[in-house]
């Protein structure tokens, strides 16, 4: 596997406490210069930068040098947006969603930076933050009729340009609207209500089936405001100023071309013109821009694992609940490779966030779980993320996620498909290729389907499905050739494209439990904190141990790595290293397996030390191995709740080397804990030498009670 990582000098690498800036890079590796220090470099290459990233003591800050990074930094109480309480972090996903359609709608000159234009563009800007953030008309699920929808209103002009330009500056970093001040206003429009609802009857009047002539839609509306003044004259009211033609001139100009086709063409003529992109996003690097959406496979299948389903008796069986999965699939555009995939029950942004923590991640252990030749190593930084506007893209859970990994988002708007072309030609592709092979399918629609018994033929369960799927997209899809890329295979398109251009970082591995870790709360030990049996200590926690009145920490654990974790201590997240070695890279999955096998095993033992647990890891077989990575693709993976249950279950930790040596106990096992030698034991003179029983072997007499009929 090829790596290769792209820096730019005013990115910033923290290793160990040594802070670097790259000054070169090339197919080889780079070259950093430590900070403060001068004339002092060091050559890493690519393979040692990957290895660097994943310590738990390394940090990777992009344009950490830039000024408006600098600025930011010195104003804002927190660099991550995952680190902000619940309502900043949300008001701070709604006010970037209010630049984003902003800085949209100017650029499609349908709004402008002067507080008239806000003004008129107000109500159509309202409708599209609702959109970006699922508010409002736009939230997922619809209120009853007649109940109230709470909105959130729509800043000022002057808030919302301040806003836009903090924006702007900070590099379209959301860190710049974390909220500092709170300041309100707006300039009085240049027309009164009622001039405005005239003004924009022009649109109306030009957007019609007729198709009349801009002249007679400004004509018609001024005799509109003719005919108002008479009456409100009539009336004793005061009159309203008839605007003058290039007013309402310009007032159509701002007018939503889209909106003013559709009414005078239609709307297939109105999605002709204005289709942006015939084929896709011209794209050159990997993992510039990634689509990522949810779909429902064509197949009934059985919602329950396949070890579960065989120890099921044939009349349960028969009443067992069959439906159909959703799969959530992230595609790289310029190599059309698969990235991630996942099953879920329904649409959940848990399982959104979940499938975007895998493109990070190399998957060949799970596709040899899943029996494929082939490896799955395709996972690096991501530019660019694109969804659709489903619920579980536009969540807090999503959104903050993306937004503390420093991803770029893209919401195209729905009902526009080739927006996202690449991963809805995907999607197509295995409908056609490998749904056929199925038994249980739902074809397309209703009408093909026919009389097929699609209920009656349901006979795949969850681990099955996810590897058939795996096994089409590592083995066939990734190595059979593709017409957009000319014939070429997307495994092919990978090795030389990231010959050329490499990767971006994968981010640190801080900064991934930070976005992606189970957020958990542990109470503060003298030995650290307690998780699934494992201790983890850094000074942090232990100065804060000493001296700080708060006993309860905020933790982010990633349960494929108990090897440490992150803790928060006062506004700083630290990483937490636990205390028994020999468990990096080991699975939340594997350890709750061992510590259950050796409780079952050692009722009597109390607790179990490090080493034996250990032991007990190794010998688990590469079934429950493999059984445990397909797992994690399914809907049956750990949740939060397994983590607290289990938890509350432990009531002892297992013990570090340092405890295990300095309290052992002795085990009946000479090959497990060494020979144990005893001394020899004393017999009385008054028992013969070759007695074969000794007074420890004497049997105790037991009572045994029975019926006696007789009495």
């Not at 690519?46 to 738990?56: C, I, N, T």
């Not at 636990?578 to 709750?592: E, I, K, P, T």
Request: glycine share 6%; net charge neutral; charged share 25%.
């Amino acid at each position: 596997m090829t790596i290769r990582f792209r820096f730019s000098k005013s990115d910033l690498i923290t290793a160990a406490g040594v802070a670097m800036r790259p000054l070169e890079i090339d197919d080889k590796g780079g070259l950093f210069e430590r900070l403060g220090q001068p004339g002092i470099t060091e050559r890493l290459t690519h393979e040692e930068l990957a290895d660097l990233l994943r310590q738990p003591d390394t940090a990777y800050i992009a344009g950490y040098f830039d000024r408006a990074k600098q600025d930011l930094r010195g104003r804002k109480p927190t660099d991550i947006i995952n680190g902000l309480a619940h309502d900043v972090r949300r008001l701070v996903i709604w006010r970037k969603a209010v630049c984003d359609a902003f800085l949209a709608f100017e650029a499609a000159g349908e709004i402008n930076r002067t507080h008239a234009g806000y003004a008129e563009g107000r109500a159509k800007l309202s409708c599209e933050v609702e959109r970006r953030v699922g508010e409002g008309m736009a939230a997922a699920k619809l209120a009853r009729p007649g109940a109230e929808i709470i909105t959130r209103q729509l800043p000022g002009s002057r808030t919302a340009f301040q806003w836009v330009r903090s924006y702007e500056r900070a590099g379209y970093s959301a860190l710049a609207l974390i909220p500092e001040t709170h300041r309100c206003g707006n300039r009085a429009p240049r027309w009164c209500l009622h001039s405005e609802a005239l003004m924009n009857q022009v649109i109306e009047i030009y957007a019609d089936t007729q198709r009349p002539t801009k002249a007679a839609a400004v004509a018609d509306t001024r005799q509109l405001f003719v005919r108002e003044s008479e009456r409100r004259a009539a009336a004793g009211a005061p009159t309203l100023v008839v605007p003058s033609a290039a007013s309402l001139r310009r007032r159509l100009g701002l007018a939503d071309p889209y909106y003013v086709h559709a009414k005078r063409y239609g709307t297939a003529a109105a999605n002709a013109k204005f289709t942006l992109f015939e084929t896709g996003v011209d794209v050159t690097q990997p993992l510039e821009r990634v689509e990522m959406d949810e779909n429902r496979l064509d197949v009934i299948s059985l919602l329950t694992l396949s070890g579960i389903w065989d120890h099921l008796p044939p009349e349960r069986q028969e009443r067992f609940e069959a439906g159909r999965r959703w799969l959530y699939v992230a595609i790289d555009c310029a190599t059309r490779c698969i990235l991630s995939m996942r099953l879920a029950e329904t649409p959940n942004s848990s399982d959104a966030v979940r499938a975007l923590r895998d493109i990070f991640i190399d998957k060949t252990p799970m596709a040899r779980a899943a029996g494929c030749e082939s490896t799955w190593h395709h996972h690096g930084g991501v530019q660019a993320l694109v969804t659709d506007q489903g619920t579980a893209f536009t969540s807090d859970d999503f959104q903050g996620a993306v937004l503390s990994l420093g991803v770029t988002t893209l919401l195209p708007p729905a009902g526009k498909p080739w927006l996202r072309g690449h991963i809805e030609t995907f999607f197509r592709t295995y409908g056609h290729q490998l749904m056929p092979l199925l038994a249980g399918r739902t074809f397309f629609d209703t009408i093909q389907r026919g009389d097929y018994p699609s209920e009656q033929l349901a006979c795949l369960c969850d681990d099955d499905l996810i590897t058939i799927l795996l096994t089409y997209v590592v083995d066939i899809y990734h190595n059979q050739g593709h017409g957009s890329l000319g014939g070429e295979t997307p495994n092919e398109a990978w090795a030389r494209l990231v010959a050329r251009y490499g990767t971006p970082p994968v981010p640190d591995g801080l900064t991934l439990r930070r976005a992606f870790g189970r957020p958990l709360e542990r109470k503060l030990r003298g030995d650290g904190i307690l998780l699934s049996g494992l201790t983890y200590s850094c000074k942090a926690l232990r100065e804060a141990f000493l001296h700080s009145p708060q006993r309860n920490v905020e933790i982010r654990a990633d349960l494929r790595d108990m090897g440490w974790i992150a803790v928060k201590v006062g506004a700083t997240w630290h990483p937490a290293t636990a205390n028994q070695s020999g468990f990096d890279g080991v699975s939340y999955d594997l350890m709750q397996e061992a510590t259950r096998t050796l409780r079952s095993k050692h009722r009597k033992d109390a607790e179990l030390d490090a080493p034996k647990v250990r032991r007990a890891i190794e010998r688990i077989s590469d079934i429950n191995r493999r059984a445990f990575a397909l797992r994690e693709l399914t809907p049956f993976h750990v949740t939060d709740l397994d983590v607290e249950r289990h938890q509350a279950a432990l009531q002892y930790p297992v013990r570090s080397d340092a405890e295990r040596l300095a309290r052992m106990t002795p085990s009946a096992d000479p090959l497990v804990d060494g020979i144990q030698i005893t001394p020899r034991t004393f017999m009385p003179p008054d028992l013969p030498k070759d007695s074969s029983e000794s007074p420890a072997q004497e049997r105790t007499r037991k009572n045994r009670w029975r019926f006696d009929d007789e009495q």
